[in-house]
């Protein structure tokens, strides 16, 4: 079985593509394909289940990519980049194994590592695993976004490398996550992006029982939103953070929960779930025993 390698390691390894090919025809494999067109990668085909999407989103790619099925990726190809859903990710693997052996195979799921390629693997294939740390729409909009993002990576030494340098086409930071952790790793990315926009909306729909329309709630909530995460970014978390929590102010608590009692149970929930982990960065900070037993008994009553 190939060997995994550090960053250091790979300083010298040079696996250049002769040519690429992208399994899936979704918002992940759509944007990546224009990124690598527009870096002048040799691109040679999108390839999906169905052969209608794949041209779709050749022709989203740019000129001269061809579309294929799953079943006849060119066999030139020296290089795949599998980017279907997690639960596909084997499967897509044990089609394209049946059909050529490229050198080098990573694919975009960010909670599985480089053995959910096994079936290129057991051919001699280096397979990793190549996760933009970024929303992704598929639209012109996300190609932008790729650029400055971090990618989560591992795999084979030829796989790693070569996922370092579709990173260094964003302009982005590899993150060098061990194969074992990459379930951890997904749900940091999964709270720090799912997470918030379900907490946007249990908050909105919070404004709305309390008399506000829905557009009217999502401009109330920006830019206390904007303002909220950029001070956390740029001062961390437990400097940032504010409310009655931080202040130990329990009846304010109890108010929440009292009004709470008419919102979605699922909603009531969210809401002392967060405030339990704001209690606990509470603290971390220094606020008092005394403070910190009152608060945690008037969210677990």
Known sequence: MPKAYSLSTLESVQNAPKAIGIAGAGRMARTLARLLVAAGE??????????????EAALFAGPGIEAASLHDFPRDVSHVLIAVS???????????????????????????????????RSRGTACGTLHPLQTVTGDEAAVASLYGAAFGICGDAAAFGWARHIAGLAQGTPLCVQPERMPLYHAAAVLASNSV?????????????????????????????????????????????????????????????????????????????????????????????????????????
Do not use: K
């Open 42 to 55: 040799p691109l040679l085909c999108i390839a999906a289940r169905d052969p209608s999407r794949a041209w």
């Open 197 to 301: 926009t379900a907490l946007v909306d249990a908050s909105q729909s919070l404004f709305e029982l309390a008399g506000l329309d829905p557009d009217s709630a999502l401009r109330a909530i920006a830019p206390l939103l904007r303002a909220s995460v950029e001070n956390a970014l740029r001062l961390g978390p437990l400097a940032a953070l504010t409310g009655p929590i931080a202040r130990g102010d329990v009846n304010t608590v109890v108010a929440h929960r009292a009004g709470l009692a008419s919102a979605p149970p699922r909603v009531h929930d969210l809401y002392c779930a967060a405030a339990l982990h704001a209690l606990d960065m509470s603290r971390r900070r220094g606020l008092s025993v005394e403070m910190i037993a009152a608060l945690e008994e008037s969210l677990r009553a």
């Open 86 to 120: 997690d639960s596909a990710v084997h499967s897509v693997a044990a089609v394209i194994a049946a059909a050529l052996q490229p050198e080098v195979a990573l694919h975009t799921s960010g909670v599985a590592g480089p053995d959910v390629l096994n079936p290129l």
